[in-house]
């Protein structure tokens, strides 16, 4: 199985910022892509992306206050939340874009933005 961990969530105003980190194991890092994706009550998005090479792509939604990012060397992805709204409240997961079997969701990591 590939495991994801999440962390760096947590309670902010609305305004903050915060770093999420996504560690991958039992996978060959380096040659798939990966998404961040956010779940609220009744529904889950891919926020952001980013592909082997580091090509991004991101939600009209969080446009220009993410970042998505890659670390091949400690196969971790990380997710710079800016300017954050209380419509950014969720839990993030992040995962491979072309899953299989094996890609199991994680535990995720809460994010509570307070206005």
């Known amino acids: 199985q590939v495991q994801f961990v999440e962390s760096g969530g947590g309670l902010v105003q609305a305004g903050g910022s915060l770093r999420l980190s996504c560690t991958a194991s039992g996978t060959t890092f380096s040659v798939r892509g990966f998404g961040w994706y956010r779940q609220a009550p009744g529904k889950r998005e891919l926020v952001a992306s980013i592909e082997t090479y580091g090509s991004t792509n991101y939600a009209d939604s969080v446009k220009g206050r993410f970042i998505i990012s890659r670390d091949n060397t400690k196969n971790t992805v990380y997710l710079q939340m800016s300017s954050l709204k209380s419509e950014d409240t969720a839990v993030y997961y992040c995962?491979?874009?072309?899953?299989?079997?094996?890609?199991?969701w994680g535990q995720g990591t809460q994010v509570t933005v307070s206005s």
């Open positions: 995962n491979a874009l072309v899953r299989g079997r094996a890609d199991v």
